[in-house]
T-cell receptor, first 116, second 114 residues
Framework: AQSVTQLGSHVSVSEGALVLLRCNYS??????LFWYVQYPNQGLQLLLK??????LVKGINGFEAEFKKSETSFHLTKPSAHMSDAAEYFC??????????????FGQGTTLQVKP | KAGVTQTPRYLIKTRGQQVTLSCSPI?????VSWYQQTPGQGLQFLFE???????NKGNFPGRFSGRQFSNSRSEMNVSTLELGDSALYLC?????????????FGPGTRLTVL
């Protein structure tokens, strides 16, 4: 069964610093992986997704993630943090074992704090 | 194009009552999924509907049920509410579902059970 582990429930960076949010997955089949962001009192917004086309995936708002099969990782990065990046970030994997459905299995989330 | 809408946004109920939440997907989307978000358990999949049929179901008790109408709007119902049902309930839609497509989430309905 697929699963996702996000290392670090809270990450704090200074404005302008590198953002690195870690995600490791477990999957017996080639995974489809996603990063979502959730701002307070809002739903989830897709940042980027990996669907086996390219290992380096570029998303919105300057975020990107690299799929590393050997490390079973899909870490999210952004070169320079902005105050507006403060939010909760979720890594997710599609449950491929459920057939052609959209069931997502989410990590526990990482809260990103950006200090001025 | 309007996004996913969920009504109501906030709801307060007491134990033992039942509740119905509504989700209107993006126009043209036929797949609707529901998730429960709590501080302790995080985001957990409830069920997915496609063309009025439940296509997948998460590991929740039978008190949680849902349906989808011919216009793709979906409702979920929770009967005999328990304190632990307090959560943010998120609805997501996509054109055809599937494991590699983007799902668009609504703002959620925050349910408080007293």
């Amino acid at each position: 069964a697929q699963s996702v582990t996000q290392l670090g429930s809270h990450v704090s960076v200074s404005e302008g610093a590198l953002v690195l949010l870690r995600c490791n997955y477990s999957s017996s089949v080639p995974p489809y992986l996603f990063w979502y962001v959730q701002y307070p009192n809002q739903g989830l917004q897709l940042l980027l997704k990996y669907t086996s086309a390219a290992t380096l995936v570029k998303g919105i708002n300057g975020f990107e993630a690299e799929f590393k099969k050997s490390e079973t990782s899909f870490h999210l990065t952004k070169p320079s943090a902005h105050m507006s990046d403060a939010a909760e970030y979720f890594c997710a994997v599609s449950d491929n074992g459920s057939g052609n459905t959209g069931k997502l299995i989410f990590g526990q989330g990482t809260t990103l704090q950006v200090k001025p | 194009k309007a996004g996913v809408t969920q009504t109501p946004r906030y709801l307060i109920k007491t134990r033992g009552q039942q509740v119905t939440l509504s989700c209107s997907p993006i126009s043209g989307h036929r797949s609707v999924s529901w998730y429960q978000q709590t501080p302790g358990q995080g985001l957990q999949f409830l069920f997915e509907y496609f063309s009025e049929t439940q296509r997948n179901k998460g590991n929740f008790p039978g008190r949680f049920s849902g349906r989808q109408f011919s216009n793709s709007r979906s409702e979920m119902n929770v009967s005999t509410l328990e304190l632990g049902d307090s959560a943010l309930y998120l609805c997501a839609s996509s054109f055809a579902g599937g494991p590699n497509v983007e799902q668009f989430f609504g703002p959620g309905t925050r349910l408080t059970v007293l």
